[in-house]
């Protein structure tokens, strides 16, 4: 199974879950992310041949997909600095990943067939958000209990 999100870059919460078998390529799901009213795309090297895809779903987004290095075509210093920059925004999406896996435990999957594990990843997907949200939503609580008093 493959699990496949959609990350706001900058609160980190996630916004729309797919999830396929393993065999699928990670290519196929993008339209299932894509709500349209997106300003950025930001991928790795496996969406690089998703133009179209994206300019279908998406016509206003700017793509930042990694670029990829070839066998006779190395990356110059430019793509190189450009791929570094791509790569800080998406650490935010890997932290996310860090969360479902490491705090509530969904590295491997549980049951038998892919319609109960992805039951099982929407309610992680959930819990992230409110781990991810937790400092934010505390605050808020704790002005409301303040201006009570």
Known sequence: MKA???VDSRTKLIHSVAANA???HDSQVLPELLHGQET???GDAAYRGQREVI???APSVA???QTKAHRHRPLSEAERVCNRTKSK?????AHVFYVIKQIFGFAKVRYRGLVKNTNWLFVACDLANLYVARRRLLAVVERA???TR
Do not use: Q, T, Y
């Open 4 to 6: 496949h999100i959609r």
């Open 22 to 24: 393993a065999n699928v």
């Open 40 to 42: 950025r795309v930001w």
């Open 55 to 57: 300019r279908l779903h």
């Open 63 to 65: 793509k930042w997909i």
């Open 89 to 93: 925004v998406r650490a935010k999406v």
């Open 145 to 147: 209990w303040v201006r």
